[in-house]
């Protein structure tokens, strides 16, 4: 079994700054890609950004400069720096692992998703 939780989501002001944690437990063997997505109200999943084992970032057009996305494989967890954040990145935030779980099996993991508020 392999769970992975958000963390860091809240209420921020437009031009204001946030980062998100994403952390894997369970039986690991490892972790390849890493990736977030939002979900805005009415709206469909999106992807924002996401990372490959040796750190190959892709972001979507409208994060590209405002939010970085970086990990730490000894932790087995993802972040997300977010910043001059705006209304429109109002939306719920998910992490998605693809994981190499014992033994020997590939599981793709949904995290439970972050609230994250952006005020006018």
């Known amino acids: 079994q392999v769970q992975v939780t958000e963390s860091g989501g809240g209420l921020v002001q437009a031009g204001g700054s946030l980062r998100l944690s994403c952390a894997a437990s369970?039986?690991?063997?490892?972790?390849?890609?890493m990736g977030w997505y939002r979900q805005a109200p009415g709206k469909q999943r999106e992807l924002v950004a996401d990372?490959?084992?040796?750190?190959?970032?892709n972001y979507a057009d409208s994060m590209e400069g405002r939010f970085t996305i970086s990990r730490d494989n000894a932790k087995n967890t993802m972040y997300l720096q977010m910043n001059s954040l705006k209304p429109e990145d109002t939306a719920v935030y998910y992490c998605?692992?693809?994981?190499?779980?014992?033994?020997?099996?590939?599981?793709?993991?949904w995290g439970q998703g972050t609230l994250v508020t952006v005020s006018s």
């Open positions: 990372i490959t084992t040796g750190d190959r970032t």
């Open positions: 369970g039986s690991i063997l490892s972790i390849q890609e």
């Open positions: 998605n692992y693809d994981v190499i779980a014992k033994p020997w099996r590939y599981l793709e993991v």
